[in-house]
């Protein structure tokens, strides 16, 4: 089980295993761990890319990947198990669904996310969850010795991994957000923390008269430059900053793209004033996209995504209510009902 795995519709409460008593279902959960880590070793193997031309004997892939064959063998008849690939006769191994999903050159691909889901980054400070429960703050740090992006800025390879994860996350959750807001009767868009512009080259596809404008830190918006798509390139300037300082005004709408759930209260409310200042003496809104969780003891992807935002960032992901008070105290007011238990657009005016 991944725990940020993105989509609300993805990611549905596993059903209750019949005449399984709850003890039995208890230590099945526990097991997500295991499977989580063999579908990791797996992804960063390659082997769904080796099948997608069809069935291969275990030892094979283990020579095409470097990898031990009666291991690699064992790993693929366990995640055969579970779904992920299908064991055929003779030690040959083929596709499922989900294991298509492990291919780098699909449109629908997870590898990214399962690659950062297995990664150091996050499994280190998972396994040190009882610090971050007992004092409050992020495991990561005690972990790593640094904050999460100091730590990227000096590991390239764990930065460019996250950063496809997270436009790997943006494509799944894009959709679901389009349908909830309409963009095209803005002229000018500024996306603030926008990462690799994915997003907003995808707002501005809606909106096909409005410019746009991509905000984030300068190691950011460099690797962005590369990967803006080309029927929306000329129409998005790059702008270099730190959001805590001062963010691009003048602009008629402002968007802001699973950030603030990165962050504590105090400098989410410091994000958003900035957003305010660069609103003010304008109409311009303000579309939060970010998880609304649902009530209590409701299955909420959110509610894991909660965990991780405590364990990396000491961040945290926030119910209606929650949304409502940190926009007050920067300044806005919520003026749209946004829905709740997933990805939404909370639309949001100066007061």
Known sequence: MTLTQPGADAFARPADTPGMPPHLQLLMIVEGKRASQIVYALAELGIADHLADGPR?????????????DALYRLLRCAASFGVFAELPERRFTLTPMADALRSDVPHSQRDLVLFNGHETLWRPLG?????????????????GKPFFQHLGSDPEAAGLFNRAMTRMSR?????????????????????GGGHGFFLSEV???????????????????????????????RITTVAGDFFGE??????????????????????VAILRRVREATAGSEAPLFLCEFVLSGPNSWDRGKF???????????????????????????????????????????CRAI
């Open 57 to 69: 004997p275990a030892a094979e892939l283990a020579e095409l990947t470097g990898a031990d064959p």
């Open 128 to 144: 040190e969850i009882l610090h971050s429960v007992r004092s409050g703050r992020p495991s990561f740090d005690e972990v790593f």
């Open 172 to 192: 799944l959750s894009t959709a679901a957000l389009l349908s909830q807001a309409d963009f095209s009767r803005f002229a000018s868009i500024a996306d603030i």
């Open 204 to 234: 501005l596809r809606t909106a096909p008269h409005a410019k746009g404008v991509l905000f984030d830190q300068p190691s950011v918006i460099e690797g962005a430059t590369t990967r803006l798509a080309d029927d929306v390139f000329d």
């Open 247 to 268: 963010v691009p005004s003048g602009h008629d709408a402002y968007l802001i793209k699973a950030v603030l759930h990165d962050w504590d209260d105090e400098r989410a």
């Open 305 to 347: 995504l909660d965990i991780e935002m405590l364990l990396r960032f000491g961040g945290r992901e926030r119910d209606l209510g929650e949304w409502r008070s940190l926009l007050g105290a920067a300044g806005f007011e919520i003026v749209n009902e946004p829905p709740v238990g997933g990805w939404a657009v909370i639309e």
